[in-house]
């Protein structure tokens, strides 16, 4: 009980942290829109064809406006800045210490991978620039027609999409993807709320080659025909009309291209920060023993067990019955005569000659004998 109330009020202080921090974000973000909004109107101001008798005085009040909106949004961001110092009190410094990922191509790999992943490829052009990372231009060209396709998807034009999944239409169905059907869904709904009874009702057909799975799914939106006078804002088909299914649709585009192109659905730099936040507390609640005895330098490993939860799992896990410990690539696990699966340094104990004695059930077996699995 003790242990929880502390946990509680530990992330609560932390949330406390973070609305400090948002409070004093926003008055950045408020401070840079008013000197935005100063640069515009003194831009307007410098048209030729704007005049009389007052423009100087004009001129003047805007500039001094300016000015004081520069200083405003100055005195926003030093204040943002002491709120950073004031509330991130815990130092991580020490857990990034390691250097195996420093200057690592695979992290540059990843670093440059995500970037490409969310269509930042001005951002990729930089990062190549300034870090000297080799990109073959042959990855760089598949993610710059998804980045087209995404564009045009936002912009409410589907028919670059459409023309992706038709031509990997047999590589999609085999992954059992439904992005196909959610785009000819927008379609069908931008037709019915346009209130297009004729064109709805001929791409319906369309909506038919996906029976076999969807077919629920089409009832439902046959379904939106009988609201296309009244619209379908008051009808039970509303939440088909939620500006938060083009956003699915994006996404799930995006994974399914990365999956064609060999690459995880997910990115794994994503992956990567999340896994380290969530180890992160585990890390800092131990840090002061693993300064004194370095229990981290002597180990490729973590010092303490980190749960990160079925998202961040990949492949199958074993733990040593007999050890109580995780199997490693150093200590994989050992698959004995018996069937019986042990690790390897939980084999290396129980052989005493040149037999050993499965530790559940009476069969005798050569250490030699017993089989690495991989997983």
Request: some cysteine; overall charge neutral.
């Amino acid at each position: 009980a003790l242990v929880s109330t502390q946990s509680t009020g530990n992330l609560r202080y932390r949330m406390d942290c973070v609305g400090v921090l948002r409070s004093e974000y926003s008055k950045v973000a408020c401070k840079h829109e008013d000197l935005i909004q100063g640069a515009e109107a003194i831009d307007k101001l410098l048209d030729p064809a704007v005049s009389g008798p007052d423009y100087l005085k004009q001129v003047k009040f805007e500039l001094s406006r300016l000015s004081q909106s520069h200083k405003d949004w100055h005195g926003a961001i030093s204040r943002f800045g002491k709120s950073i110092d004031k509330q991130m009190t815990e130092n991580v410094a020490f857990f990034s210490g390691r250097t195996e990922f420093r200057d690592s191509p695979l992290v540059q790999q990843l670093i440059c991978e995500h970037f490409l992943r969310q269509g930042d490829l001005d951002l990729v052009s930089m990062f190549i620039r300034e870090s000297g990372y080799q990109l073959d231009e042959a990855k760089r060209v598949p993610f710059v027609q998804l980045h087209e396709i995404v564009t045009a998807l936002r912009e409410g034009n589907l028919s670059p999409a459409m023309a992706w999944c038709e031509t990997n239409r047999a590589e999609l169905r085999k992954r059992g993807s439904v992005v196909e059907f959610l785009l000819h869904q927008s379609q069908f709904i931008t037709l019915v709320q346009n209130k297009k009874t004729v064109e709805a009702l001929r791409y319906a057909k369309i909506l038919g080659q996906f029976c076999d799975t969807q077919k629920k799914q089409i009832q439902k939106l046959m379904g939106t025909l009988l609201y296309i006078n009244s619209g379908l804002e008051n009808s039970p088909y509303a939440y088909l009309i939620d500006e938060a299914h083009s956003v699915e649709i994006c996404e799930m585009l995006t994974k399914e291209a990365c999956s064609l192109l060999g690459l995880s659905k997910e990115s794994p730099l994503t992956i990567t920060v999340d896994a380290g936040c969530r180890a992160l507390p585990a890390l800092n609640a131990i840090k002061q023993v693993m300064e004194v005895k370095q229990i981290w330098e002597l180990k490729d490993e973590l010092p303490c067990e980190v749960e990160l939860g079925p998202t961040c799992q990949f492949h199958t896990l074993l733990a040593c019955p007999i050890l109580r410990a995780q199997c490693t690539k150093s200590n994989p696990p050992m698959r004995l005569e018996c069937g019986h699966v042990i690790s390897n340094d939980a084999l290396k104990r129980l052989t005493i000659t040149s037999k050993v004695k499965c530790p559940y059930c009476p069969q005798e077996t050569s250490p030699a004998n017993a089989r690495e699995l991989h997983f």
